[in-house]
């Protein structure tokens, strides 16, 4: 029993003297980077340069999208819908003249049937441009507030496209209104931005002041 006990640690070490052979001793430090995988690092940068100088796709993102947004790049713009545009503008002038075009009672004359809106469309670019003070009659009732100009705020074009909207909405129907109109009237006007009152804008009509 005691000749079993003894020759133990004799029989473990040789099972395990193979193993503890195959075992690599561990080691400090690094192992240098193989010279073959810093030329292949190398090789694919100065492809990788080459190929983006030859296909830069104009530096466009669109250039190689599978659904490009071809409005961009389709050539002329299609032309505005002056009535779309109008009623954009309009947004501006709903606080005094309401979303159904029929004013404040007193105070903001109403745009529905008005000789001023579907009438001398010079005369009504005049107002856009300049504004007017009251008192004003419109449908035989008296308004008195004041309207401000428009002309540092939007171009011949929308001023054009507003008073074609008002002209034909709410049962109105008047001819649409050119931007040549508005930029003949806003030349007329250059050297006086006074606002017009009645009496004014009467003269002005008759073209027998600028």
Excluded at 157 to 181: C, F, H
Aim: glycine share 8%; hydrophobic share 35%; with cysteine.
């Amino acid at each position: 029993m005691s000749s079993h006990s003894d020759n133990l640690p004799d029989r473990v070490l040789s099972m395990h003297e193979q193993a503890v052979r195959e075992m690599e001793e561990p080691k400090d430090g690094s192992t240098a980077t193989p010279v073959a995988f810093i030329l292949m690092c190398f090789f694919f940068t100065a492809w990788g340069g080459y190929y983006i100088a030859d296909n830069p796709g104009s530096w466009s993102g669109q250039e190689y999208n599978e659904q490009p947004n071809h409005t961009a790049f389709s050539g002329p713009a299609a032309p505005t819908d002056p009535m779309l545009l109008g009623k954009e503008i309009f947004s501006a002038c709903t606080q005094c003249h309401q979303s159904d075009g029929k004013g404040v009672a007193g105070m903001y004359p109403p745009l529905v049937a008005s000789e001023y809106v579907t009438g001398d469309e010079r005369r009504l670019a005049a107002i856009l441009v300049n504004g007017i003070n009251g008192p004003l009659v419109v449908n035989a009732s008296t308004y008195s507030s004041e309207m401000p100009n428009w002309r540092s705020y939007f171009n011949d074009e929308e001023l054009a496209a507003l008073m074609t909207y008002i002209r034909n909405t709410w049962g109105n129907k008047a001819s649409p209104v050119s931007k040549d109109i508005v930029t003949k009237v806003r030349a007329e006007l250059a050297a006086n931005a006074n606002a017009w009152t009645a009496e004014t804008l009467a003269t002005f009509t008759r073209g027998e002041a600028k």
